[in-house]
């Protein structure tokens, strides 16, 4: 038995791959190593990040997966849902040990788990996208903050950096505590460390750091809101398939009337 | 000017709700001047009213003062409703400043009619302009075209536009002429037309000149009005049939009638036909991207939909010598005609099939909804069914049987009425 450890990142799973492959040791478990127990059993491998050897996996893939498969199999690493990373090891080794390529097998578990986890994370990545609402700031800046139930802040970033190429932006991914942020020029990542501050109040701004005029334009999407319903019509089964109470929490117009 | 402007919003929203389309997709706009905003590739739904409509355009009229008197418009002459109107500038710095804040996707703007048609156009035209060219916009914006306006102004309108319209309303020449006398189908049908003519003009001239100017690069759409005239249902999908085929429309939506007007020349309806809307919708559907022909899904035994069955059920009810389907060899064509198995499904079907045979265990696992298509495939020859039923049966059991419950809309729809009786 075979535990491997690795440092969380998607280059560090990569390197537990490879480095399986050379031991010809397959991995019982592969956990983080903040999280990993010891174990009375079995050996435990401590893999360390290598930049080299995670490329090199990588590329194997590439040549026998299309880019939707790669991506999904990054997907899969944002899923960071329980047994993530078995089922990247599990994946990848059925793509290496099979002579044909393995895409679109629905039949095997793995790759229809696969194909399942990226159409979930995919649906995420499309909500925060549409449900992200940006306040404007005194100094200027769109700022907004999500807490997605994956980690699929990388994912929008492409999105957000098309569309808004003229204003500077941050998003801040609450639960994960870290954002991204765009100046003009380019997008970084960012960590508001502050110790002493929990999550939900760094992600709350107080009532003066805002732009004059942004109650005015939340009140006015909340009007508009209203007036484009159509109450003769109403279906509110509907209405909470397509956005699910736990995502109210972004939506000013789904927050009490501004007067 | 902030309670002028709310005050505005209010009736000018209300004012454009009943026009359906919402749709924010099929451009290819992109943002190439480090300018505001995209709207290539996927539209999104940025909220959704307590209807369960997509909003996902800033939906207004640029005014509600109108000339003409059409029984079905809330905006009609005759109709004691409050007027105003926006000016250019307002309807850009909302559309800027809701874009900004991720609100929406883009612009929506109609308007009723005020003075003649160049001028109301012109208008339209002017606020799209400037959203381009001033605030460099590069969002989504639809226009409505407004009957009887200049050509001039329709090319002007579809270098600014992604999307231009022009709504029918009454699916027959008929029905035009008793709800909307000032209106006519040859007034209607020039500017969609023309709009045709200029974007096949602007894709040939794109293949040899790379510079060539975008002209609405997501086409045209159109709108009918379901259930406040005498139509079948036959009849409005024949019209969407020609309009998709000869206008090369890329949507008709269909908006089921909301009674807002006691005008005795409409039909009177209590409720707005939400079952049937949603049957029409579920047709032009099955044409779009189903590979059904209008014929085979309505004939004159059949000149309506059923509402208690989608209509590629009823299609395999009364063509049951299609079926069943062999799920491991079938055509992909035909396994998109099996009820309940969608386009997704069946591409998926098509490609975990050449690794193995599948059985009806891989299809559940895949997603595959049984509970129709159960009826009507095998999986190595083998089905789920020990016992023939005639469609008659089928029907029945699909709708009643086996713990299956009626459609939401269905027991909605009922619960309706009973509220209103």
Redesign the interface.
């Known amino acids: 038995m075979y535990f491997y450890t690795y440092d969380g990142s998607f280059e560090g799973l990569l390197t537990v791959v490879f480095e399986a492959y050379e031991r010809k040791a397959w991995p019982t478990a592969i956990e983080p190593e903040q999280l990993a127990q010891p174990s009375m059993f079995g050996e435990t491998v401590r893999v360390i990040t290598d930049e080299g050897k995670a490329n090199r996996v990588w590329l194997g893939l590439k040549k026998r997966l299309s880019v939707s498969a790669l991506e999904s199999l990054y997907y899969t690493y944002l899923w960071e849902q329980s047994g993530f990373e078995r089922l990247i090891f599990d994946y990848t080794r059925l793509v290496f040990d099979s002579p044909e390529s393995v895409e679109g097998n629905y039949t095997a578990p793995f790759i229809l788990q696969v194909q399942q986890i990226q159409k979930q994370v995919h649906r995420e990545k499309h909500r925060m996208e549409a449900f992200v609402r940006f306040q404007k700031t005194a100094d200027g800046l769109y700022y907004a903050s999500i807490s997605p139930d994956f980690n699929v802040l990388p994912l929008i970033v492409r999105h957000f950096e098309k569309r808004y190429a003229d204003q500077r932006w941050a998003i801040y991914d609450t639960s994960r505590r870290y954002g991204v942020y765009y100046d003009l020029r380019a997008t970084s990542f960012v960590q508001l460390e502050n110790p002493g501050v929990t999550p939900r109040q760094q992600s709350k701004l107080n009532a003066d750091q805002y732009d004059e005029n942004e109650t005015h334009y939340q009140m006015l999407w909340q009007v508009y809101f209203d007036h484009v319903n159509i109450p003769e019509r109403k279906n509110p089964k509907l209405h909470l398939r397509h956005i699910p109470k736990r995502y109210w929490k972004y939506l000013s117009e789904k927050q009490p009337r501004l007067q | 000017m902030?309670d002028k402007?709310?005050g505005k919003?209010?009736i000018l929203?209300?004012a454009?709700?009943?026009d359906v389309s919402c749709s924010s997709s099929g451009g290819k706009r992109?943002?190439e001047n480090?300018?505001?905003?995209?709207a290539e590739g996927?539209g999104?739904?940025?909220?959704?009213?307590?209807?369960?409509?997509?909003?996902s355009l800033?939906?207004i009229l640029l005014t509600n003062f109108c000339i003409y008197d059409c029984a079905y418009c809330v905006t009609r002459k005759s109709n004691d409703v409050q007027r105003t109107a926006f000016t250019v500038q307002e309807v850009v710095d909302?559309t800027i400043?809701?874009y900004?804040?991720?609100?929406i996707e883009g612009l929506f703007l109609s308007s009723g009619i005020f003075k003649d048609a160049d001028y109301t156009m012109e208008r339209l035209v002017r606020v799209a302009k400037k959203l381009r060219q001033e605030e460099?916009f590069n969002g989504y914006i639809h226009l409505k075209t407004i009957p009887g306006a200049s050509d001039e102004l329709i090319k002007e309108a579809g270098l600014y536009a992604d999307r231009l319209s022009v709504n029918i309303e009454l699916p027959s020449e008929k029905s035009l002429q008793s709800l909307a006398p000032e209106k006519n189908y040859s007034e209607i049908l020039l500017p969609m037309g023309s709009i045709k003519d200029q974007l096949v003009q602007a894709k040939e001239e794109s293949r040899l000149f790379k510079a060539t100017p975008k002209f609405a690069p997501a086409g045209q759409s159109t709108q009918l009005i379901v259930g406040a005239t005498a139509e079948s249902d036959r009849q409005i999908l024949q019209l969407s049939d020609q309009l998709y085929k000869v206008y090369n429309l890329k949507r008709v939506y269909y908006s089921?009638y909301?009674?807002v007007s006691t005008d005795s020349r409409l039909s009177i309806i209590t409720?707005?036909p939400?079952i049937r809307e949603n049957r029409i919708y579920q047709a032009d559907w099955l044409m779009r991207f189903y590979g059904f022909d209008v014929k085979e899904i309505l004939d004159d035994a059949n000149p309506n939909l059923d509402l208690d069955i989608d209509p590629k059920l009823g299609w395999a009810l009364r063509n049951r010598y299609f079926f069943p389907v062999e799920i491991n060899t079938a055509d992909y064509e035909m396994i998109l005609r099996v009820p309940g198995i969608g386009v997704k499904s069946a591409k998926?079907i098509i490609?975990?099939r050449?690794?193995?045979p599948?059985h009806f265990d891989?299809l559940r696992?895949?997603?595959v909804v049984l509970k129709r298509a159960k009826y009507f495939i095998t999986c190595q020859t083998k089905s789920l069914q020990r016992q023939d039923f005639d469609s008659e049966q089928l029907r029945r059991r699909i709708l009643f049987g086996e713990g299956s419950v009626r459609s939401?809309l269905l027991t909605?729809q009922l619960d309706l009425f009973q509220r209103a009786g």
């Open positions: 902030n402007v709310i919003l209010k929203a209300d454009a709700k009943y992109k943002n480090k300018g505001l905003g995209n996927m999104i739904c940025h909220s959704y009213t307590e209807d369960g409509r997509c909003v800033l939906k909302l400043n809701f900004r804040r991720n609100y460099k089921g909301v009674p409720e707005p939400i998926k490609s975990a050449r690794f193995a599948l891989h696992q895949m997603g939401a909605q």
